[in-house]
């Protein structure tokens, strides 16, 4: 019986990813051509072309990854159980890491330059990152608030509170430039977290008697 064949797809789908990540990494998008991808990621043009129409499908596709394990990453982190500080102290870390991590400046910066010419990549970025991110953090901040572990208020509006002091604009702007932050992260994470613990702190019992009375 002869032996059924096994489609390469995956692994040269793969390949073309990752290659095309690092080139526009090292070189920008704009500068990276697709004959160059296929070359580094050891596949024909052609056989590039089956798998993406175009490079800015390369380029979607590329984010989408990126962003499709970042996520994956901060939902694990999120259904961690245990004490609520220790939570959000490696949570904010894992999302401090990302956000300054070379890869995703670098691909912040192509999309921020792309986005005039593409802004669907731009709003998928968003959707598939800070959106997805957003979320999640307000999912798990709501499960804190309904055990009375923090003060009852808006889940989505205490989760932009969250990452806007662990992420900040000094973060966002250093991304932006294609900087490295010098400043300590675990410092500025266990800072962030102690003052958003404080402004989100449950009112006490008898507070709250009061407040209803």
Known sequence: MPKKEVSDKPEAFGRILDAATELFLEAGYESTGTSVIA?????????????????????????????????TEMR??????????????????????????????????????????????AKQFYKLGPGSGRIDTSRYLAKQMKANFLREEDPLRAADVFLDLIIGARTMTASALGISESAPAKKHIEQAVGLFLRCY???PAAKKRRGHA
């Open 39 to 71: 070359s580094r990621a050891k596949v024909s043009k052609r056989e590039l072309y089956t798998h993406f129409g175009d490079k800015r499908a390369v380029l979607h596709a590329a984010i989408t990854r990126l962003q499709e394990e970042i996520a």
């Open 76 to 121: 694990a982190e999120w259904s961690v159980e245990g004490d609520m500080s220790t939570v959000l102290l490696h949570a904010g870390a894992t999302i401090h890491r990302h956000v300054s991590s070379r890869r995703f400046r670098q691909l912040f910066r192509i999309v921020a330059a792309e986005s005039f010419h593409d802004p669907a990549m």
């Open 201 to 203: 702190a449950p009112e």
